[in-house]
């Protein structure tokens, strides 16, 4: 292997960083420094279904929860460069209204209310304090 090719090999190993500051602790490139404790709640009468991002890696689908029981609720824990809360429902043909929460380490920091017939409400929590 030439001397270029070497070199590009060790930059493809995130781990060759490791103690590059001295007493560095070890670090992921893709794992990314974000923990949140999350929690999503719907009350309500006439949902459908809800869907909410459980976890927050990377190619991580939509967790989705065929017509709940109100009031619902999850406590999930994000952790990674792309942990989003998002917390959505769609009510019954009939119509509804629901009140979507998400608590990001015990506090709100977002709520929507959605009423209507087969309407949709998407609830984005901000992730930083």
């Avoid at 709940?68 to 952790?79: A, D, I, N």
């Amino acid at each position: 292997m030439s001397e270029e090719g070497r070199d590009r090999a060790l930059w493809d190993d995130a781990g060759v960083l490791d103690g590059a500051i001295s007493g560095s602790p070890r670090f992921s490139v893709t794992g990314g420094g974000t923990r949140l404790r999350v929690e999503y709640r719907v009350a309500g009468e006439g949902v459908a279904e809800l869907n909410y991002a459980p976890t927050g890696q990377e190619g991580e689908e939509e967790v989705g929860v065929d017509e709940p029981h109100l009031p619902w609720s999850k406590e999930v824990v994000m952790r990674g460069p792309i942990a989003i809360p998002v917390l959505g429902v769609t009510l019954d043909e009939d119509g509804g209204r629901a009140e979507l929460v998400v608590l990001v380490d015990g506090r709100e920091s977002a709520r929507v209310t959605v009423t209507g017939r087969s309407a949709t409400g998407i609830c984005v929590a901000d992730p930083l304090p």
